[in-house]
């Protein structure tokens, strides 16, 4: 797994070698760690303005009890903000990288690395929607989710080689 990471970032700016299933699966289980990590921060740093807002639910209109808990995930403030605006710059700094790891894993399933770019086009939707919140974009959010779908189950097919490798033929490093 850590040789895995590495590898990812070593090899941050490469489109051109390939990627194997365990090399483009293991980062990804970091990544998801590591995002799973950082919004149980975000989380738990929510919970004691949402106990306050539910406090004063007895006082409030049921409008206005949901409009301050949307304005809670909306518009973080505070340390929530700087744990929302973190999340995001992670999200920016491994963009590039994982557009990279996919186009190799791709590559190496014998299929177009262009769909990497579709993925990389998903990945900064979910940043860019974190901060503004337009209804136009809030349409996409399906498509781009089925986007992301749709590359994950075509980084999971096997590798397949051209006519003129033998099959340990390729070189992963």
């Known amino acids: 797994m850590i040789q895995a990471y590495k590898k990812y970032w070593k090899k941050a700016g490469d489109y051109k ?4 299933r365990s090399d483009y699966w293991w980062v990804f289980l ?3 760690i590591i995002f799973a990590l950082l919004n149980m921060i975000h989380f738990f740093m929510m919970i004691p303005q949402a106990a306050k807002i539910l406090n004063q639910a007895s006082t409030l ?3 206005e009890l949901q ?3 949307l304005d809670l995930s909306f518009n973080p403030t505070g340390s929530t903000l700087i744990i929302v605006i973190l999340i995001a710059l992670v999200g920016l700094i491994i963009l590039l990288p994982n557009i990279s790891l996919t186009a190799r894993r791709l590559l190496d399933a014998g299929l177009p690395r262009w769909f990497a770019l579709l993925f990389g086009v998903s990945a900064l939707y979910g940043i860019v929607v974190r901060f503004i919140q337009i209804d136009f974009l809030s349409n996409f959010g399906l498509l781009f989710n089925l986007i992301t779908l749709v590359v994950y189950v075509l980084c999971l097919f096997p590798s397949k080689y051209g006519k003129d490798e033998a ?3 390729r070189l992963y490093e």
């Open 17 to 20: 070698t390939y990627a194997s």
């Open 30 to 32: 970091v990544n998801v």
């Open 61 to 63: 209109s049921q409008a």
């Open 67 to 69: 409009k301050r808990i």
């Open 167 to 169: 099959d340990d033929s």
